[in-house]
C-alpha cells in the first residue's frame, strides 16, 4: 500500500490566551519571560491529521519542522512523543526579526533541504504573530497547492487529496492533486496525548547545542542512538540567501506597539433593586435609546 | 499606476459587506493620496456588479469573469491579481481577513514579495523616519492591527515595497454609500491571458454555506450573555427580553464555548465586531478580545454581580446583580413604561 511523507511546520508560541496583568510591561511590550512557551495550538491539531495518515498508511513519516531560538528543539520533542518520527530544528540569529516573507522563506529553503515530501501541515494560525500567513506563503514559495482552514483530511485517493474546510459560514469539500500544503484550524480533532513508551525513547533526545550542557556520562548514547540526535540547521546548511532573511528580507516593519486601552469612563454603578432599575428603564424610553 | 485598489469579494453574486466597507474607507485613503481607487471583482456573471462598487467609491472596476472562477480556489485567483498588479503597480490592495483574503491575500503578497499585513482594525496615512537611514517616508499606509491574542496593538508599516497590502476585518470599518451619485470606468480582464491550466487543479466538490438568521450587524440594541448568564435556560430571559424591545442576542467566547448560545452570535476579536445604538452585557467580564468587538457602541449597560469586573469600566451604566434577578426586572419594567 501506498505510504506519505509528511512535514509538520510547527511554532514555539509563549501562551497568550491567559495573559495576565504581568504580562504587559510599562512601555506596552510583552513580558514573553512570564508566559509559558508552549507548541502551538493549531499545529497540534496539524500534527494529529498528521499522525492519522500514518495509521492508516503504515510506513508514512511524520517529520516536525521548527524555526526559533534554540530552547525550540522542545517542540521536536514533544511531536516525537505523540508520534512524530524525526524533526528539525532551523535556528541562527539571522532569523530574527523575520516578518512572515522571510520566514516562509526560511521554512521553504528548509522543506526543499529535507527533501520530497507529499503532504505539508501547518497550523491555521499562531497565537502569537496571529497572521495565518506563513502556510500559504510556504505553499506559494515551494509551488504547490494550498488548502487552509481544514478540518478533516477525509480520503488520499491515487493522486489526490480530499479535504473539508471549515470557513466562517459553512463548509467547503474540496479536492486537490498533492504535494500540497493543508493548513488545519482549530476545530480540527485534539492531538492524541504523550504516548509514555514514546516519552522513554525520546527525553534525551537532543540538540547539538543543548548537548553543551549534558553531563558526560551520556554522551556516549548519542553514536548508539542517532534517533537521539536531534538535526539542528542555520543560515548555511539551507542555503539561504542572507538578504531574505530577518530584517532586511523583511518588507513589513513594527513601527509602534501599544498596550491595549481603552476608554475608561465613569460608570453610573445601580443596586439591582425595583427603583434602580425602573428608573433606568423610563430613562432609556425617554431618551429613545429604546421604543 | 500607483493607485490603491480593493480585491473585492463575492456572497451570493453580490459584492460583500467587507468588500464594500473596504472600498468606503479606501475613497478616503484614495483622496489623501491624490490617487485613484480600483476595485477587481473576480468570479462568474459579474455584469452589473460594478455599479454598486462605484456606488461605494471606485473609480474603475476590473471584472475577470469567466465560468471557471465560479467558486473561489486559490491558485487562478492568485494569478489573476498577481498578474494585474504587476501591469498596474498599485501602492495600496486591501482585501478582507476573512477565510477569502486570508487565504488568496498571502498567497499574493509572496509572489509580489511585497509585506502583508494581517487582520487591520484601522488603517491610516502618514509619514515615518527610520532614524537610522535618515530616511523620512511620506503618505505612508499605518496598519494598525491587535497580536499577541488581543493583548497588544501594532502598527505596522512596508516602506520599501509596493504594494502595501492589508487584510481588514470584517465590521470594524463603516460602509456608506458616496453621496453624489458616482459611475466609472469598466475594465475587463483577459482572464486566459493571466491564468494557467494547472492553476484549476483544485476542485470545490461540495460547499454547505448556512444562512445564518442572526444580524447582529445591523442590530440597534444587542443584549449580549456570557458565562455569568450560567445556562442555555438562562438566555432564554435573553430571547424575551430582546423580543419585547426588538434587539439582537449577543455571546461571549466562554457563553459559546458553554454551549449557551451559537457560534454566530459571538462577539469580539474572533467574532462578529458590533456598534449598536445599547449593547446590554449581562454576566459578561470584558476580556480585550470581547471588548474589541463591541467598544464602540454609543451605550454600554453592565449586568454582573462583581463591582470590579472589566466591563464596568467602558460601561456607561453598571447594575450590580444577578442576571437572573436583573433580566426580569427589566422586563416588568420596560412593559410597564412604554406604551
Ligand atoms: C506585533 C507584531 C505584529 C506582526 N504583524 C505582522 C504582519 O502583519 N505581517 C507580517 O508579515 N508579519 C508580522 N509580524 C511578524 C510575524 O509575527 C512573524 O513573522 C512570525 O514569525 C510568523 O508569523 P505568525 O506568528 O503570524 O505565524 P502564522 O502565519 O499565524 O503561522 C501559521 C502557521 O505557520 C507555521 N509557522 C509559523 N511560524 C513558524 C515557525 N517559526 N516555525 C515553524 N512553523 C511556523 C505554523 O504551522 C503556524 O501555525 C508581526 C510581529 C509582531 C511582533
Ligand atoms: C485569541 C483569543 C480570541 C478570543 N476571542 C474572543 C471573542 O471574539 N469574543 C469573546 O467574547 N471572547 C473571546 N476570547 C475569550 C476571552 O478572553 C474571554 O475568555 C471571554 O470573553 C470570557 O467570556 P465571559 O466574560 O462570558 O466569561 P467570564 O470571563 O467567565 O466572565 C463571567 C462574568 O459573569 C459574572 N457573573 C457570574 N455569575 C453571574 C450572575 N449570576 N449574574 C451576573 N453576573 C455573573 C462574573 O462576575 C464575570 O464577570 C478570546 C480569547 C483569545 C485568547
Redo the contacts with the bound molecule.
Sequence with gaps: MKNFKIIVLAKQVPD??NVGKDAMKEDGTVNRAVLPAIFNPEDLNALEQALRIKDKYPGSTVTLLTMGPPRAAEIIREGLYRGADNGYLLTDRAFAGSDTLATSYALSRAIMKIGDFDFILAGRQA?DGDTAQVGPQVAEKLGVPQVTYAEEIVDIKKNKAVVRRRLEKGVETVESVFPLLITVTGTAPACRPRNAKLIMKYKRATTISERQNVSEDYIFMYDDRPFLNLPEWNVGDIEAEPERLGLSGSPTKVKKVENVVFQAKEAKVLEADNQSIEWLMKELISNHTLG | MDNLFVICELENGTIADISLELLTKGRKLADQLGCKQEALIIGHKLKGLEKEAFDYGADVVWLADDARLEHYTTLPYTSIAVELFRQEKPQVALLGATSYGRDLGPRVSSALSSGLTADCTALEIGEHTDKRAGKTYKNLLLQIRPAF??NIIATIINPEHKPQMATVREGVMKMEKCKEPRSGEVKKVDVDKFVRPEDFVVNVIERHMEESGVNLKGAPVIISG???V?SKENFEMLYQFAELIGAEVGA????VDAGFAEHDR??????VTVRPKLYIA??????V??IA?MQESAMVIS????QE?PINKIADYAIL????DVIPKMIKYYKENSK
Design positions: 497568550t490566551r497565537i | 491574542g488581543g456570557g458565562y455569568g450560567g461571549s467566547r466562554a457563553a459571538q462577539i469580539g476579536q474572533t467574532g449581562c454576566g459578561i467580564s470584558g476580556q478580545q470581547h468587538g449586568v454582573n454581580n462583581d469586573a446583580g444577578n442576571v437572573e
